[in-house]
């Protein structure tokens, strides 16, 4: 924490309050007795953690201190060890003053760490083994990145399917769309009032808050108007909030034009496959049946189409037999 404090003294440096609890009761079963009034105590230190306002947290720490008041030791370690000293580094008023991204516990840091210590297993191997073992690590992390933008750019959950995210849908982590649709529900209380609104969610996330939201349009909702990190869906080493880069596709394209020229037949088909992917997003290569299928009505047996031009008929399911008759499906996609 010292050495925090000098190598990023502009910066706010918040605790995760889970660990303080766990001293805080630790302290509270030694000194403080019966143990039936273990909960209450713990319950009027948890209270003091969750204020939403100044105001209230010199209540609670009233509050607090008559509780303890049978207690005097507990109340000056309480007081002097966590409040006096670290109060705006954990109790939620001030955390919620600070942009930390929804980034306030260390349990993802401590669950890496577990898991990499669970693969090194020993220290009585060599360097190269804990070279590769952290660099499997590091590949899983890359790929379940990898993996989350590939859901935010491509699956669309029906919620946010509407005129409302249609700015934001396939632009934005997915994370990002839960969030302002909670503040979305809260538009219809709050309104334009920004007392009643308390701007959590702009002040910690840089996120539209329900004030804000209430403001714009129908289909409104910019990416302007949320921190560039949420924008992010790739790991180009360029950042989103820096518009005066001016980007350019030309080395990429030229590229892919010298692989779509060297590539053999089935190449070029899943090139244009994937550039149709790009350049058509609307459009599904699914198609139609050129002849009208009948669709009422169950199939007689020794007029069924696809018993005469399927040969693995009797390793498919009825199921899918019946779709693949009803559509065509365009040979690249079926990879
Ligand atoms: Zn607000």
Request: hydrophobic residues 40%; glycine residues 4%; proline residues 3%.
């Amino acid at each position: 924490m010292n050495a925090i404090n000098v190598v990023f003294p502009e910066d706010a440096h918040l605790l995760y309050h889970f660990h303080i609890d766990k001293n805080v009761k630790a302290k509270c079963k030694m000194i403080v007795h019966p143990k039936k009034t273990w909960d209450q105590v713990m319950e009027s230190w948890g209270a003091i953690v969750d204020c939403e306002n100044v105001e209230s947290y010199e209540h609670r720490v009233e509050a607090f201190n008559v509780v303890c008041s049978p207690w005097p030791i507990f109340t000056k370690y309480v007081i002097n060890a966590w409040l006096n000293l670290y109060k705006e580094n954990f109790v939620k008023v001030w955390m919620d003053k600070v942009v930390h991204l929804g980034n306030t516990k260390s349990n993802r840091v401590e669950a890496t760490h577990w898991s990499l210590k669970r693969i090194l297993e020993t220290s009585m191997r060599d360097l190269c083994f804990f070279w590769d073992s952290m660099n499997k690590i590091i590949m899983l992390q890359h790929n379940a990145i990898k993996s989350s933008f590939e859901k935010s750019l491509n699956v669309v959950s029906h919620v946010f399917n509407v005129t409302r995210y249609k700015k934001l849908v396939g632009f934005v982590l997915k994370y990002d769309l839960q969030y302002i649709a909670e503040e979305s529900d809260r538009v219809e209380y709050v309104g334009l009032d920004k007392s009643l609104c308390g701007c959590t969610i702009r002040s910690t996330h840089h996120l539209p808050c329900a004030c804000e939201l209430a403001s714009f349009g129908v289909g409104s909702i910019t990416l302007q108007s949320m921190h560039f990190i949420w924008t992010r869906l790739s790991f180009l080493d360029i950042s989103g909030g820096d518009t005066s880069v001016e980007l350019s596709i030309q080395q990429e394209w030229v590229i892919i034009m010298n692989q779509f020229n060297e590539v053999d037949m089935a190449g070029k088909i899943n090139i244009k496959a994937k550039l149709c992917e790009i350049a058509y997003p609307d459009k599904t290569s699914l198609c139609p049946p050129s002849e009208k299928v009948k669709t009422k009505g169950a199939q007689k047996r020794h007029q069924s189409k696809f018993a005469h031009t399927c040969g693995s008929k009797q390793l498919l399911p009825t199921s899918i037999l019946r779709c693949a008759s009803n559509l065509q499906i365009i040979p690249s996609r079926i990879h």
